[in-house]
C-alpha cells in the first residue's frame, strides 16, 4: 500500500485502499474556494460569465453550472466502455488483474509521500 500526493491538485490518496480496492486518481474540477484564491483576471478568464462584482455565491453557482479542470488536469480512470471489477478485501491484485483496453497507464506522475 502506497500514499501519494497529486502534483497538479496536491490531493493525497492510498494505492490500494484499505479494503484493497485499486485507487485510480482524477484530479476535481476547479472550486470556488480556489477561485476565490486566484487573481480576479484569471477568474474572469475561466467564468466570463460572472456578473461585474460577483460573490462567493456567484461562484459555487457557476462552478455547479459549468466544471473546469485546471491545467495538467490527471485522470487516472480506467477508460469508458471498460467493464470494472469488484475487489473483495484480502483479494491480492496487481495491475495484471484489471481490464485494461490498451497498455498499462503509467502512473508516471505519481509521488511517494
Ligand atoms: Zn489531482
Given at each position: 500500500?502506497?500514499?501519494f500526493?497529486?502534483?497538479?491538485?496536491?490531493?493525497?490518496?492510498?494505492?490500494?485502499?484499505?479494503?484493497?480496492a485499486?485507487y485510480?486518481?482524477a484530479?476535481?474540477?476547479?472550486?470556488?474556494?480556489?477561485?476565490?484564491?486566484?487573481?480576479?483576471?484569471?477568474?474572469?478568464?475561466?467564468?466570463?460569465?460572472?456578473?461585474?462584482?460577483?460573490?462567493?455565491g456567484?461562484?459555487?453557482?457557476?462552478?455547479?453550472?459549468?466544471?473546469?479542470?485546471?491545467?495538467?488536469?490527471?485522470?487516472?480512470?480506467?477508460?469508458?466502455?471498460?467493464?470494472?471489477?469488484?475487489?473483495?478485501?484480502?483479494?491480492?491484485l496487481?495491475?495484471?488483474?484489471?481490464?485494461?483496453?490498451?497498455?498499462?497507464?503509467?502512473?508516471?506522475?505519481?509521488?511517494?509521500?
Amino acid at each position: 500500500m502506497g500514499k501519494f500526493k497529486c502534483p497538479t491538485c496536491l490531493g493525497t490518496y492510498e494505492d490500494p485502499q484499505p479494503n484493497g480496492a485499486r485507487y485510480y486518481h482524477a484530479c476535481p474540477p476547479i472550486g470556488a474556494s480556489e477561485l476565490e484564491r486566484m487573481p480576479e483576471g484569471q477568474v474572469r478568464q475561466l467564468y466570463p460569465e460572472l456578473p461585474a462584482a460577483f460573490t462567493r455565491g456567484d461562484l459555487e453557482r457557476v462552478c455547479l453550472q459549468r466544471a473546469v479542470n485546471r491545467d495538467n488536469h490527471i485522470d487516472e480512470n480506467i477508460a469508458p466502455g471498460v467493464p470494472g471489477r469488484f475487489v473483495k478485501p484480502n483479494d491480492k491484485l496487481d495491475d495484471d488483474d484489471l481490464p485494461r483496453v490498451s497498455a498499462p497507464r503509467k502512473l508516471t506522475h505519481r509521488r511517494p509521500l
